[in-house]
């Protein structure tokens, strides 16, 4: 793993461990946000020019602020196959961070989107260190519009290296008794739905894949709407099932039903979600779940490890539209860093011994009612959910130590302290409003400062754009890399 990575982290990870477990953690990977399109200056990406836009006036998006709040780490133009190194680059973050591959949303069978995931396929392959490059067949896409024949040829590059018979794919996630697996979002198949014939058409698909090119398919579909997991039409079809989750509020999260039951109940291997936060701009906003800090997803890891299901999907590694887990410029590497940590237990058991302290910083970028000075003028709603948190503007301290400290905050507002016991802790303060640099957390033991992290983000009044998504830093990572997003638009 590379060394850096693991520098980053207050635990020791036990990768070996981690990669002989059944138990298998995938991560949603969308190919449309990829961390560079062309190679290009990173004055003209598309994130800052266009999705990060608050004025960009295409399909109305200027209403609602722009597409994203968020983007990836930037990184200097590269020479040589740059889409393969970003691809390696991607496949490394996520290993380390305990990730065993990705589910790769099938839009189409040809593009752009398409040529990156082919680029995956191959990294995978010639790494071969286990992580797997999963198709899942994004039924709202062109995909499943094409021909049963052409759709078949599309996903079996995920398996074979090339013709019937060929090797296949190091990257492929095949069983013991032969099959590959594959999945779906959206299983329940596109609007208007009609079950029995989307249950057709992924029948004559596996058939396809068998008679035409020798592979025998096991499949694993995600829902939108966990009841049709149940649907007799589907359920024969179903080596696993999951769902693409309760979002991002931990009130929802645990009050939840647990479907890994009722999947094991039924035969099937259970595929649970995990969301660290959901805000959407653009298409289907503005509307959030109040995370509450890292709340959302420490209440989902406790909800996977209490109901053990067999694989997980972290939702989503990029799309950047909904909720990004990968490295980006808000939150830094922490979503994943905090992930490695839970994933840890699940599959072992046990948290990872915590050898160094680390203090994980996580904040909003504006008050709850700042006024808004763009051409944003659809306000944000909080998605309407049974036991919804209620939206709260709080400073949140997670603290990792190895032994008990006293934690000092500066909240903007004045200073606050408190005494930290050794392991994980979780301390938060309602934010007051200060400037970039002002807020800040630090850990000392025996007069010894052991960690200590300052945000690079403000606290406004008013901003460009509304924005309802928390800002996350790290003291053993710092902040190089992260910033205020919106603040290239004031």
């Known amino acids: 793993m590379p060394e ?4 980053g982290l207050a635990w020791e990870m036990n990768y070996a461990a981690l990669q002989t477990s059944s138990k298998k953690v995938f991560a949603h990977y969308f190919g449309p946000y990829p961390r560079s399109w062309g190679n290009e ?21 200027q ?3 722009g597409m994203f709040r968020d983007r990836p780490l930037t990184r200097p133009q590269l020479s040589g196959d740059w889409l393969y190194q970003d691809s390696q680059w991607d496949i490394e973050q996520a290993m380390a961070g305990g990730i065993d ?18 680029k995956m396929v191959q990294v995978a392959h010639d790494l071969n260190n286990g992580f797997k490059v999963v198709p899942m067949i994004d039924m709202n896409g062109a995909t499943r519009l094409a021909t049963i024949s052409v759709a078949a040829d599309a996903i079996r590059k995920y398996i074979l290296t090339g013709a019937k018979g060929s090797l296949p794919q190091k990257g492929a ?9 594959i999945s779906s979002f959206k299983g329940e198949g596109p609007n208007p739905i009609n079950v029995s014939s989307q249950a057709q058409w992924m029948t004559d698909l596996f058939n396809e894949l068998e008679t035409t090119w020798g592979v025998r398919i096991a499949y694993m579909p995600c829902y939108l709407n966990w009841s049709y997991s149940s649907d007799p039409a589907f359920t024969p079809l179903q080596w696993g099932s999951g769902s693409w989750g309760y979002g991002a509020d931990p009130g929802p999260i645990a009050a939840a039903s647990n479907q890994t039951a009722t999947a094991q109940a039924r035969g099937d291997k259970s595929f649970s979600p995990i969301c660290a936060q959901d805000i959407r701009y653009g298409n289907g906003g503005p509307i959030f779940d109040e995370a509450l800090n890292t709340g959302a997803q420490r209440a989902g890891w406790t909800k996977v490890i209490n109901e ?3 694989y997980v999907q972290l939702v989503t590694y990029n799309d950047f539209s909904e909720t990004p887990i990968a490295p980006s410029a808000a939150n830094g590497w922490c979503i994943l860093d905090i992930g490695s940590y839970y994933i840890t237990k699940w599959k072992t058991g046990q948290f990872p011994p915590i050898t160094r302290d680390c203090l994980y910083l996580s904040h909003r970028s504006q008050t709850l009612d700042a006024a808004t000075t763009g051409p944003q003028t659809q306000p944000d709603v909080q998605r309407t959910r049974g036991s919804r948190s209620t939206v709260r503007d709080h400073i949140e301290v997670l603290s990792f130590l190895t032994a008990p400290a006293t934690i000092t905050v500066n909240t903007g507002g004045g200073t606050q302290t408190y005494n930290a016991p050794a392991g994980m802790y979780v301390w938060t303060y309602q934010c007051s409003t200060c400037a970039p640099n002002v807020i800040a957390a630090s850990a000392k033991r025996n007069n010894s400062t052991t960690a200590s992290i300052t945000s690079p983000v403000g606290h406004r009044t008013s901003d460009v754009s509304s924005d309802r998504g928390y800002y996350r830093f790290s003291s053993l990572r710092g902040t190089n890399g992260q910033f205020d997003v919106m603040s290239h638009y004031r």
Do not use: I
Not at 173 to 181: F, N
């Open 4 to 7: 850096a990575y693991t520098e």
């Open 41 to 61: 200056p990173l004055s003209t990406q598309q994130y800052e020019s266009y999705y990060n836009n608050p004025g960009y006036t295409t399909n109305g998006d």
């Open 63 to 65: 209403l609602q602020g």
């Open 101 to 118: 591959g990705w589910m790769c949303d099938l839009l189409g069978v040809s593009g752009s989107n398409h040529d990156r995931y082919m």
């Open 173 to 181: 996630w095949r069983l013991a008794d032969g099959r590959y697996v």
């Open 308 to 310: 053990d299901p067999d």
